[in-house]
């Protein structure tokens, strides 16, 4: 099975930087997702790490360490609109193919 | 447009009565699946098909059947629903020739059983 771990909420001001992390344990890792989640929406794709480094996309970034079983989203010049949950989400071999599982996500509340 | 339709969108059943939430993506997506959302559970996956005729359990499925007889479609059948599958469920689809399964979801089911 896996194990995956991340902040339950996150609250952080408007135009500053934050950090949410995740620590996951798997076996037949594929890679390392990071989903933005407004309320009462779906998840959108907002990042992918299958190696070990940064990703960055804009005002987000994405780190993974394999070695560690960790990564992190940051968020830059954080808007308003970037309240919302933050999922981190394991790939990884299941059967014949690859299931992805979910943390419990992260709320973040961005307040002005 | 490019997108990932479920239908219905919101339902209140009884206990007992078979329901079909239905999945639709127009990407021509090989991979698709279903996860449920439960407050403080995350998004926890019910099944999912690599392709045509090809079905898997995920971490949930008990309770929930699926068929795959079409590329585009994927049903997900409550022969028997009971309160406790009472939840947000969220269709999702990809590409499965590439490395990154970058998954487009569908707006929800909310379903209610009482």
């Known amino acids: 099975g896996q194990n995956i771990d991340q902040p339950t909420e996150m609250t952080a001001t408007e135009g500053a930087i934050v950090q949410i992390n995740c620590t996951y344990q798997t076996s037949g890792f594929n890679g390392l997702f990071w989903y933005q989640q407004h309320a009462g929406e779906a998840p959108t794709f907002l990042s992918y790490n299958v190696l070990d480094g940064l990703e960055e996309k804009g005002r987000f970034s994405s780190f993974l360490s394999r070695s560690k079983g960790y990564s992190y989203l940051l968020l830059k010049e954080l808007q308003m609109k970037d309240s919302a949950s933050y999922l981190c989400a394991v790939l990884a071999e299941w059967g014949a193919g690859n299931m992805l599982t979910f943390g419990g996500g992260t709320r973040l509340m961005v307040k002005p | 447009e490019a997108q990932v339709t479920q239908n219905p969108r919101y339902l209140i059943t009884v206990t007992g009565k078979k329901l079909t939430v239905t999945c639709s993506q127009n990407?021509?997506?090989?991979?698709m699946s279903w996860y449920r959302q439960d407050p403080g559970l995350g998004l926890r996956q019910i099944y999912y098909?690599?392709?045509?005729?090809?079905?898997d359990k995920g971490d949930v499925p008990e309770g929930y059947k699926v068929s795959r007889k079409e590329k585009r479609n994927f049903p997900l059948i409550l022969e028997s629903p009971s309160p406790n599958q009472t939840s947000l469920y969220f269709c999702?689809?990809?590409?499965?020739?590439?490395?990154?399964?970058?998954?487009?979801f569908g707006p929800g089911t909310r379903l209610t059983v009482t």
């Open positions: 098909s690599m392709n045509v005729e090809v079905t």
């Open positions: 990407m021509n997506h090989e991979y």
């Open positions: 999702a689809s990809s590409f499965r020739d590439r490395g990154v399964h970058e998954q487009y």
